[in-house]
């Protein structure tokens, strides 16, 4: 199946794109698609341990299961105010 | 009673007008409970030097759909803490330069101390979980700035947002 991966501020920089387009086999979690996007984006490996992700624009977790069509979104740690 | 939900939230790149946020969230509460008697704001300023480097400017980044949510959970939050207390959370996206606000909050509550409190407990909160990012642009160099790991699941960063604002 085939998802849509957004990635935001250093992670957007480092992969050198804002979206990609992700094949998982399913059935596939949040960590999967992370997984699949480093082996596209090797330069992403050091966020292994700091990134939190989103679903649908919905706060989610890496163990939360994706379907086809999702729109996975991974974001680095937050600097607002 | 909660009336928080119809206070204003936003990402945008335009200037920030604390004055219309104010009239908005203290129309929140005025006719509910005992009423608006306070009304607290904080602005988020781009400084001119950070860690001894010169600011040229700055480009704040925002996941726009989630941080509104993100926005709204820290309403629902102080309106769970503070009820009859009102909030709207402005941040703004872009090329900011000295000077500019690029967050606006405001509070309104019936008396004073709470409408302190739940100010300092949504900037705290902004913080901690706003899909929000600052790249720094300085005259020698430029550098993302990462702080929180953002979970908007953890209640100890609330707990820790909580102590901060009732100091």
């Keep these: ?81 | 009673m909660l009336a928080i939900l119809n206070a204003m939230v936003a990402v945008t790149p335009a200037p920030l007008s604390l004055e219309h946020l104010i009239v908005q969230v203290e129309a929140c509460v005025r006719t509910g409970g005992e009423g608006c008697g306070a009304v607290a704001s904080f602005l988020g300023l781009v400084r001119a030097t950070h860690q001894g480097r010169s600011v040229r400017y700055l480009e704040y980044e925002a996941f726009d759909a989630l941080a509104l949510k993100a926005f709204q959970q820290i309403q629902q939050e102080a309106g769970q803490q503070w009820p009859n207390s009102a909030l709207g959370i402005v941040h703004r996206t872009g090329r900011l330069t000295v000077g500019e606000a690029s967050v606006a909050i405001v509070a309104a509550t019936a008396h004073r101390a709470e409408a302190f409190q739940v100010c300092r407990y949504a900037i705290e909160r902004v913080k901690q979980i706003a899909p929000v990012w600052k790249h720094e642009f300085f005259d020698d160099g430029e550098a993302w700035v990462e702080g929180a790991l953002t979970d908007p699941f953890d209640e100890a960063a609330r707990a820790r947002a909580l102590v901060i604002a009732c100091a």
């Design chain 1, 1 to 81: 199946m085939r998802i849509t991966v957004r990635l935001f501020a250093r992670l957007r920089e480092l992969a050198g794109t804002e979206t990609l387009a992700v094949d998982l086999l399913e059935p596939a979690t949040v960590a999967d698609a992370w997984r699949a996007t480093v082996a596209v984006a090797p330069a992403l490996a050091p966020f292994d341990r700091a990134i939190s992700c989103a679903v649908n624009a919905n706060f989610s977790r890496m163990s939360h299961p994706v379907a086809a069509g999702d729109d996975v979104a991974f974001l680095p740690p937050v600097s607002g105010g």
